[in-house]
């Protein structure tokens, strides 16, 4: 599966369309991270609106998208987690472990980077 | 469609089971959250059977209780076993460099939570949730 990135002025759009295997999702982290380094994208998000379950595995993964990228100078904002998702997530235990930016919507995950390079 | 059994041996056997638990509970009559939960601990359960046995079985099931309609699901291997099992329930446990909250999680997640294992033999995690 070829996920798109896209490239709107220095920001890059990842939108998850589908339920995606551990392997694709250790794919698309080094694509992304490749393709910040290649343009200088300065932020990335990442709309994960689609997607009805996220476990363990894919919320580290976004940890470690947002943690190098900060390493490279680039910031990352999820948006788009399902109310259901949510819950489930602090159910899980997920709540020390999670160190990424979020927004409700896309537009607003927009905001939150242009006011951090302001 | 009353009960499934699935091998599972790698990565793309997870979305496999989370699809078919999905519609299972979708059949019960689960509403939408309680389908996030227990998807959500079965795809942990099944990822350690990948990552700690490399395989195993799932097996889905309708499940009946005093008028009450359930889920039940059983993730089978015959791995290494786990020589500390409330250890191994704690929050942050891992010997697998993961965040640790896999089983605790899929215990907090689902109503009934029971883990059999035997060092060298394997380990049998069997877990339900009854509709409200
Ligand atoms: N099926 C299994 N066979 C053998 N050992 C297991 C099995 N399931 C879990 N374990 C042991 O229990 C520990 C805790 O499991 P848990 O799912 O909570 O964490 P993890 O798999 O290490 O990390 P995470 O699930 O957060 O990515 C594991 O590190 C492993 O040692
Ligand atoms: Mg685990």
Redesign the pocket.
Known sequence: MIIPILKIGDVLIVTLQSELTDREVEELSHDILDKINKVGAEGVIIDITALKVVD??MA?SLNSIASAATLLGSEVVVVGIQPAVALTLVELGLRVSWGVKTALNLEKGLEILKKERA | MDEQMIEVKNDTDIIRVRRIVREMAVEIGFGELDQTRIITAIS?LT???I???SSGKVLIKEVQKTGKRGIEITCA?E????VDIEL?LKDG????G???????GARRLMDEFKVESVVGSG?TVIVKKWMK
């Open positions: 363990s595995f580290r | 942990e990822r350690n059977i990552v700690h046995a291997d791995g290494p076993g786990i191994a446990y891992t010997t697998s993961g965040l640790g909250i896999g089983m605790t380990t």
